[in-house]
Structures are given as structure tokens and as C-alpha cells.
């Protein structure tokens, strides 16, 4: 049975009717749910699935009891050795649900690291997410290394600053980047030992997939970066210009070509007004 992982920051109290409406397709599903005990969107949460008669419904807690139940599910209890209270003793239970679920559905206010976490978590547990980002009521796919980048270029440059300095985001980034490489290589020999390729073949296909990506990264970063230096403007004024945060702006000038999907550069030119064209040969 698939199995959900519905979570979303402590300072959402009130479901928007489009993620009352997802749970509710959930729940009529009768997909099995993992949900928290937190107060805030753990217990709205909570209640919307009670309002539409969720039955395959887990709660996890950290500790003995959970602080919130409200329809009396069965719970699972996780063990923490962090210190009682903390970040680290709570934050056992969301990976443990991470690890038992299929895929997210998380309901973000764009500043939450827990929830922030979460999607990471799923990610390196090579599982999608779909975020209700709660400032514009949209939903946003989070998949891959390209969908997180989007999701954290809607953070403001505080809420970034505090992440970096909570969960180190971009390191956390980066080792996403570095690892959804490696496992697409990997897919990539196994694709090329069913068709009775040399393993020589396979190691050149791949340098070679690598080097026009990376090439590619490095050509959008150097004319955003031409950009920012043709207009004068600082990292402020071209994080507004291009739709992200002034910390991204930073990666950006430091020519940090591993923590951008091309999908997010793409988007940074076209919200700037850039215009972009290519060539296949």
C-alpha cells in the first residue's frame, strides 16, 4: 500500500482548502498516512484527516506519548538519543517517517527548516515531495536537486541565513547534486550493460553527458554574473532582479557551479528578462 508522509511548519494553523482537498484524495484513496505530533500543521493535519474519515492513519512521536492524537490512531513511538526537547531529539521521528513512506506531501511557510528537512530527507531517500508553499498558494514538485533549488529560491535572504545556520542547506545541496550524479551514472551503466556496451563506452558516455552540463551551467552562471556587472547592481538588487534569495546571489558570484541545476538558471535569466537560445548539433 502507498504510504504518505503529510507534514508542514508549526506556524500553519489553518490548511488552505487546495491541501484540504489533496488529503481528502488521500484519504478516499486509502493510502496509508505517517503524520507528527507537533502542534500546528501536525495537528491541522491531524484534524482534516479525522474530517474525511482517514482510516490507515500512523502518528509518530519522539518520547512515550504523543503530544497530539486527535482521533486516537495508532502511534508509533521513536526512540532519540539526542537531549529531550531539542531539535535533534524531534527531528528523529521525521526521519523515521522519511524512511517509511512512499512520497511528501508537505505545507511549507517558506522559513520552516523542519519542514525544509523533511524534503531533503525524502530526497536522499530518492522520493518526491509535493509542496504547498503557503505564501502563494501553489504547489511545487520537488523530485530532484532542479525542484529544490526552486523551492529555496522563495526563501527570503533571513530565512536562508538561518537555514545555512541550522541544517547547512547548501552543504546538504550540494551532497544531493553530487549524489543524484552519481546515481544517474550508475543507471547509465546499467543501461548500456543490457544493451552489451563496453564498459569503456560507458565511462566516456557519461564524461561526456557531465561535461556538456557542466559546461552549459558554467556558460549561463558567467552571463548572469556579465549581468549583474553590466547593471551595477548589488546582491540585494540582483537577487530581486532574479527571483531568488541574496545568499544564492552569493553562490552565484563565487562561480559555484554544484549547487545549480540548469533548470533553476534558466529560470534566474528568463525572470531577468534574459533571452535564451540553443543550438542542437
Known amino acids: 500500500m502507498t504510504t504518505v508522509f503529510i507534514a508542514g511548519s508549526i506556524s500553519i494553523s489553518h490548511l488552505h482548502e487546495r491541501v484540504q482537498e489533496r488529503i481528502n484524495k488521500i484519504a478516499s484513496s486509502e493510502f496509508s498516512v505517517v503524520v507528527g505530533d507537533a502542534d500546528g500543521a501536525d495537528t491541522s493535519i491531524q484534524e482534516c484527516l479525522r474530517a474525511n474519515s482517514a482510516r490507515n492513519v500512523t502518528v509518530f512521536c519522539t518520547g512515550p506519548t504523543p503530544r ?76 530532484d536537486v532542479s525542484g529544490l533549488d526552486q523551492l529555496v529560491g522563495m526563501m527570503s535572504g533571513h530565512a536562508r541565513s538561518k537555514a545555512e545556520e541550522k541544517i547547512g542547506l547548501s552543504t546538504k545541496i550540494a551532497q544531493l547534486g553530487q549524489e543524484q550524479l552519481r546515481f544517474s551514472k550508475l543507471d547509465s551503466a546499467h543501461l548500456a550493460e543490457t544493451n552489451d556496451l563496453a564498459p569503456t563506452h560507458i565511462e566516456t558516455s557519461n564524461e561526456v553527458v557531465e561535461s556538456y552540463s557542466v559546461k552549459l551551467r558554467q556558460e549561463l552562471i558567467s552571463a548572469l554574473k556579465d549581468y549583474i556587472a553590466r547593471t551595477h547592481l548589488n546582491q540585494t538588487e540582483a537577487a530581486k532582479a532574479f527571483g531568488v534569495t541574496q545568499p544564492r546571489i552569493s553562490d552565484l558570484t563565487r562561480g559555484k557551479v554544484d549547487l545549480f541545476g540548469l533548470d533553476a538558471l534558466v529560470n534566474m535569466a528568463a525572470t531577468a528578462g534574459l533571452s535564451i537560445e540553443m543550438r542542437v548539433c
Open 68 to 143: 497530539n492524537n486527535v482521533a486516537a490512531w495508532p502511534v508509533h513511538r521513536v526512540e532519540s538519543k539526542a537531549k529531550a526537547g531539542s531539535r535533534a531529539y524531534f527531528t528523529a521521528k521525521d526521519v523515521e517517517m522519511a524512511r517509511n513512506s512512499d512520497y511528501g506531501l508537505m505545507i511549507w511557510d517558506c522559513k520552516s527548516t523542519g519542514t525544509l528537512s523533511n524534503v531533503l530527507e525524502l530526497l536522499s531517500e530518492k522520493k518526491k515531495s509535493l509542496v504547498f508553499v503557503n505564501k502563494v498558494r501553489e504547489f511545487i514538485t520537488v523530485a
